[in-house]
């Protein structure tokens, strides 16, 4: 296991944008599928997206298509979200995970397939 630091949240205003990003606090290596959770106020954790090391194949949750970005530096194990057209529905805390599997596709949105987690970072959407 490895922890993982996300970048500050923050408050965001309906309709903007926000890039989160999440490293490992110590050096590692193998950190292959790497994905982003959130938990909304009141809610279990979900799935957002994920992205595999090596041929960077990304999945997303059906409501963030279209409107959040995932990538990662494999050179510095970094993993980055940008959030586009943001509404109160993305409210959450947002953590990040990594695994060391190289997780097939329908594998890469289970929560329990990460080892490796940060501790969380708060979004909110409001005006």
């Known amino acids: 296991q490895v922890q993982l630091v996300e970048s500050t949240g923050g408050l965001v205003q309906p309709g903007g944008s926000l890039r989160l990003s999440c490293t490992p606090s110590?050096?590692?290596?193998?950190?292959?599928?790497m994905a982003w959770f959130r938990q909304p106020p009141g809610k279990e954790r979900e799935f957002v997206a994920a992205?595999?090391?090596?041929?960077?194949?990304?999945i997303y949750a059906d409501a963030v298509k279209g409107r959040f970005t995932i990538s990662r530096d494999n050179i510095r194990n970094t993993v980055h979200l940008l959030m586009n057209s943001l509404s109160s529905d993305d409210t959450a805390v947002y953590f990040c995970?990594?695994?060391?599997?190289?997780?097939?596709?329908?594998?890469?949105?289970?929560?329990?397939?990460?080892?490796?987690w940060g501790q969380g970072t708060q979004v909110t959407v409001s005006s």
């Open positions: 995970a990594a695994s060391s599997r190289n997780w097939i596709v329908s594998a890469m949105s289970q929560k329990d397939g990460y080892e490796s």
């Open positions: 110590e050096r590692a290596s193998s950190l292959n599928t």
């Open positions: 992205i595999r090391r090596g041929d960077r194949k990304t």
